[in-house]
């Protein structure tokens, strides 16, 4: 089984600090993804990588950027933490060839205080 | 990319089938359809993917009509375990393709 962890399940910081979000994969899938979510708004991709230092923007990729410098290794970062980015955040990764099918993380909830 | 509509949430009792129906107009021919489930607290997980007619595993089944305009998750006898959110997805094969989610339907079961 493909297996996708993620740094931290729960995650408290202030705002103004500046916040990593770690994922790594362990099935050489190429494409990884990051999620944010909301009560009653479901998924949202901020980002997603196709492959090493690829990456392209999702839905809501204001106030965050990515990192892939290895291809098992996705980073999400928040440049300047904000309250309105307290959220659940979902990585996931997939195979290129493959139609949604993703594997995910279980999620890491960030609170901004 | 194909936009999916979903009932919001549905609700249903221990040991009924439930039939939760996707909408999805604008599919492409290359588009296959993918439901995932998500409980509290829990990434997404895979449940069930099709390209047309029918496809069956030991979860659930998928119906999808000659017009692939519409796909209906089928669940088996539920149990209170199955309550869960619900996403309807469509995409393709192809490098670099976006992974978009719709809203879900929130299905709750009830002894």
């Known amino acids: 089984d493909v297996k996708v962890t993620q740094s931290s399940r729960y995650l408290v910081k202030r705002t103004g600090e500046k916040v990593f979000l770690e994922c790594v994969q362990d099935?050489?899938?190429?494409?990884m993804f990051w999620y944010r979510q909301d009560p009653g708004l479901g998924l949202r991709l901020i980002y997603f990588s196709y492959d090493v230092k690829m990456k392209e923007k999702g839905d809501i990729p204001e106030g965050y950027s990515v990192s892939r410098e290895k291809k098992e290794r996705f980073s999400l970062i928040l440049e300047s933490a904000s309250t309105n980015q307290t959220s659940m955040y979902l990585c996931?990764?997939?195979?290129?060839?493959?139609?949604?099918?993703?594997?995910f993380g279980p999620g890491t909830r960030l609170t901004v205080l | 990319l194909a936009k999916t509509t979903q009932p919001i949430s549905m609700d249903s009792y221990e040991g009924q089938e439930v039939n939760i129906t996707c909408s999805h107009n604008?599919?492409?021919?290359?588009?296959?359809i993918t439901w995932y489930q998500q409980f509290p607290s829990q990434g997404p997980r895979f449940i069930i993917q099709g390209y047309k007619t029918k496809v069956t595993n030991e979860v659930a089944s998928l119906f999808i009509p000659a017009d692939r305009k519409s796909s209906t998750l089928s669940l088996p006898r539920v149990s209170l375990s199955d309550t869960a959110v619900y996403y309807c997805l469509v995409g393709s094969y192809s490098s670099a393709s976006k992974i978009i989610f719709g809203s879900g339907t929130r299905l709750s079961i009830r002894p």
């Open positions: 099935m050489d899938h190429e494409n």
């Open positions: 996931a990764s997939s195979l290129s060839a493959g139609p949604g099918l993703a594997d």
């Open positions: 604008n599919i492409a021919t290359n588009d296959y």
